[in-house]
């Protein structure tokens, strides 16, 4: 197994990390648990879930499944969005990100987060407070380091430079969008985390599964896909014909490769360069077993090469970053 760094820190991880918001609503937990122990029965040995996804019903089913294998995985989670009806209970303050770990803690029922992301940025609340309350949760012991999601490259260099500056905790990694059809952060934030040590670890690295085969162009989305289950949602407006049409040629790339379309999708983006582990979050054993074969794989430039035919280096054709708000450029779909 190719395990990486993780960015600046001595954490070593798969090249494929077991994302988890499903867990809690699409995903029962039992077969939550049972997910989680096969991909760790496969050598992958990070989890990644959020403090938000599902009411924190996420962190519950992975601090279950863990139990008696805790030591032997990477918990990732993430403090942002709003965990409850209060006018602090959100945001990237001091109030709310130190009472948010305590209740993840709990939630995962462990007494460490062994990565503590930061899931977008505030910019109501100056970054050195942000960074001095997750120092003093490293201090503390009760998280081992830092990271950042879906933040733009100048925000992220603004962080490193204030760590820097202050003897502050330092970002080790950043979670942004990334996949063939939004290739935008091969612009700045890739040269930035190879410059600076940063660990990149993609979501949506299959698309949403449009690059997976999930959507065609002459048919409804299915009734148990995002998109389907989620009409009008931030994920539904991911599926566009636009990007339906190069999933069906790049389906059919897969194909002449000897591979399925999930496996050569999360192939590209986890050997593409600064990538240290592609978040991909199964739904059922089915999808997990499509995709760990992965693991012992490796990208040719022949495949590279037919992949960069369907969407070019640094481009776009969806919009995954329809999550971000300083995100200004659109893709017309």
């Known amino acids: 197994m190719d395990y990486r760094r993780l960015g600046a820190s001595g ?17 029962d937990d039992a077969t939550a648990a049972r997910l989680i122990h096969a991909a760790l029965d496969a050598g992958i040995n990070m989890v990644d879930t959020a403090d938000s996804y599902h009411g924190g019903r996420s962190e519950e089913a992975v ?14 989670t993430k403090v942002h969005y709003p965990t409850g009806p209060g006018v602090n209970d959100g945001g990237n303050s001091r109030h709310h990100i130190v009472r948010a770990c305590d209740a993840s803690l709990r939630r ?52 490193l430079a204030a760590s820097e500056r202050h003897g ?9 969008p990334y996949n063939l ?9 890739i040269p930035l ?23 065609a162009s002459s048919a409804a989305p299915d009734a148990d ?15 566009t014909p636009r990007g339906i049409a190069a999933g069906e040629r790049f389906a059919s790339l897969a194909r002449e490769f000897g591979k399925t379309p999930g496996q050569l999708a999360l192939l590209w983006c986890k050997d593409q360069p600064s990538v240290t582990s592609p ?38 054709c969806v919009d995954f970053h329809n999550t971000a708000d300083w995100m200004r450029a659109t893709v017309d779909g």
């Open 63 to 76: 601090g279950r499944a863990l139990a008696g294998r805790r030591d032997r995985v990477v918990v990732a």
């Open 108 to 159: 995962l029922q462990t007494d460490y987060i062994d990565l503590y992301q930061v899931h977008r940025p505030d910019p109501a609340v100056a970054i050195e407070e942000t960074l001095g309350a997750l120092t003093d949760l490293v201090r503390a012991g009760k998280v081992r380091a830092i990271g950042c999601s879906t933040h733009p490259a100048w925000m992220v260099m603004e962080a």
């Open 225 to 239: 896909s995002r998109a389907g289950r989620m009409p009008g949602s931030i994920y539904a407006r991911r599926v």
């Open 193 to 215: 985390a190879a410059r600076y040590d940063l660990a990149i670890l993609p979501w949506a690295p299959l698309a949403q599964g449009v690059l997976a085969g999930r959507y």
């Open 279 to 316: 978040v991909v979050g199964p739904r059922t054993m089915a999808q997990l077993a499509d995709v760990l074969p992965v693991l012992q794989m490796r990208l040719s430039e022949d495949e590279r090469r037919a992949c960069d035919g369907i969407n070019p280096p640094g481009s776009a």
């Open 11 to 27: 954490i070593r991880v798969s090249p494929i990390c077991l994302g988890a918001f499903n867990f809690g609503a699409a995903t």
């Open 168 to 176: 502050l905790a330092r970002y080790v990694s950043e979670q942004p």
């Open 181 to 189: 059809l939004d290739r935008r952060i091969e612009n700045e934030l």
